[in-house]
């Protein structure tokens, strides 16, 4: 079985910080590409940050300079940190876990973590 399990949101004023994590089980961690997507009420799920097996990192414009996402393969955890929130930051991260594994490909997600940022 493949879980992917989000933790780390919450309430946080405009200007501060928080920390996601997404801890991976039933896969070979390191095979896969990682990412952070997040969705806001009445709006599509958009991509945040990605990073591959091999450590290459990709954001979002709306987040660049803001956002790090990271991960550790030998604790199956793709971390995403969360500086300088912004009230439009708002939205539910889900965390994505993608890639080739024994001729296959494989796409699985979490269930979600809420993040508010306030005024």
């Known amino acids: 079985q493949v879980q992917l399990v989000e933790s780390g949101g919450g309430l946080v004023q405009a200007g501060g910080s928080l920390r996601l994590s997404c801890v991976g089980s039933?896969?070979?961690?390191?095979?896969?590409?990682m990412a952070w997507y997040r969705q806001a009420p009445g709006k599509q799920r958009e991509l945040v940050a990605r990073?591959?097996?091999?450590?290459?990192?990709n954001y979002a414009d709306s987040v660049k300079g803001r956002f790090i996402i990271s991960r550790d393969n030998a604790k199956n955890t793709v971390y995403l940190q969360m500086n300088s929130l912004k009230p439009e930051d708002t939205a539910v991260y889900f965390c994505?876990?993608?890639?080739?594994?024994?001729?296959?490909?494989?796409?699985?997600w979490g269930q979600g973590t809420q993040v508010t940022v306030s005024s």
């Open positions: 994505d876990s993608n890639g080739w594994d024994q001729g296959s490909y494989r796409d699985y």
């Open positions: 039933g896969i070979i961690f390191r095979f896969y590409a």
């Open positions: 990073i591959t097996g091999g450590g290459t990192t």
